[in-house]
C-alpha cells in the first residue's frame, strides 16, 4: 500500500506541476517573434539578465523566467553569447543558460595590415579586450569568416589560428621554391604574398607578379615594391612613391634593403597565397602600371623594356 500510495502522490504532484507550470507561463513561447542575440559578459547578474530579456523583447514578464532560474539553480550566469529562437520555452531557456551552451559568432577578419589594426577589432567584436598578435605572430592568420565563441581568449584564438594555418598549408603542394616542412620558407610565402596582394587587386595577374618577385629573390635584386615604402613610411593612401619616401630608412623598404621585409604588410588572400605558390616561370624582371589604366599592368624582361612600358604609362596619366 505505500509504494502505491508513493506513486499516488508523485502522480498528483506532477500533475499540480504541469498546472502551476502553465499557470504562470513557464511553457509559453518568448515573445519576440525572431530569433534574438544575446551577449552576457562574465560581471552579468541575474537581475540583470533578466532586464535584458525584457529591453531585448524576448519576455514579456520575468515572473516565469526568475521562478524556473530559481529553480534550476540559475544563480551564476555564465557568460557567452546565446541564441533564443522564437517560440523558445522559457525552460529550455533556462537550461541553455545555466548550462552554458553558448552559440558560435561569425567573425570576419579582413585584409588588416597592421597587428595593432587586428587587435582593435578583435577587441571590439569579442568578449576579451586584451588580443595581442604581434608582428611575429602575424602571419599566422588568414582573411577569411570564422565560427567561433564570443568568449574565446586571446590564447584560444591563436591556438585557433594555428591549426587553421597548419590546415591550410596541408591541403596545398608547393613547387620546389619552398619546403612547406620549413616554417621560415612558410612564412616567406606569406610575406611575397602580402606584397602581391597591395599590388594588385587584379587576379589574373598576381601570379605573373609574384614571378616577377621571385625571380629578382633569385636574382638578388632589390624588391622595390612600392606598397612596401608606404608600410615603411606609415602612409597607406599614399598615390605617388616620391623620392624622399624612398629614402625612409626601414627594414620594410624594399628599395633600401634586398630580400623580403621582416614581416607581411597585409594579411593575403588564399587566392593570393595560392597565386604565389602557382607563380609561372618567367623571365620578367618588372613591371608597371599600364597606359590603359585599366588597373592591369606591362611585364619587361630587360630594363629598356621597362622603361618604354613605364614612359608610356606618364605620358597616358599626363
Known sequence: MKKHAIALTIIVLAVLAGCLAGALGLRQPTANGDPCRLYLPDTTTRDALCDS??????????????????????????????VVEPHMRTLALVRKLRNGQQDPIRLTIGKFRLPGQLNEYLNTKLMHNDFNV?????????????????????????????????????????????????????????????????ETNYGPEK?????????????????????????????????????????????????????????????????????VINAPETQYNYFCASEKLDGTHRFATTLAEHNRNAARYHAAIR
Open 53 to 82: 530579456l525584457v529591453a531585448d523583447g524576448v519576455l514579456h514578464s520575468t515572473t516565469a523566467f526568475r521562478l524556473v532560474a530559481s529553480l534550476l539553480r540559475l544563480d551564476d550566469v555564465r557568460p557567452g553569447s546565446y
Open 207 to 275: 601570379p605573373l607578379i609574384a614571378s616577377v618577385y621571385l625571380n629578382r629573390l633569385k636574382r638578388g635584386m632589390p624588391l622595390q615594391a612600392d606598397p612596401t615604402v608606404k608600410y615603411a613610411v606609415g602612409d597607406f593612401t599614399l598615390r605617388r612613391i616620391l623620392n624622399k619616401h624612398l629614402e625612409v630608412e626601414s627594414p620594410f623598404n624594399t628599395y633600401l634593403h634586398t630580400g623580403l621585409p621582416p614581416a607581411p604588410i597585409c594579411l593575403p588572400s588564399k587566392a593570393t597565397i595560392d597565386a
Open 134 to 198: 604581434t608582428l611575429d605572430s602575424f602571419h599566422l592568420i588568414r582573411p577569411d569568416t570564422y565560427e567561433v565563441y564570443w568568449t574565446v581568449t586571446p590564447h584560444q584564438f591563436m591556438q585557433r589560428m594555428e591549426k587553421e594555418y597548419e590546415a591550410f598549408w596541408r591541403t596545398r603542394a608547393l613547387n620546389d621554391l619552398k619546403d612547406p616542412n620549413d616554417p621560415n620558407d612558410l612564412k616567406d610565402l606569406i610575406i611575397l604574398a602580402s606584397i602581391v596582394e597591395e
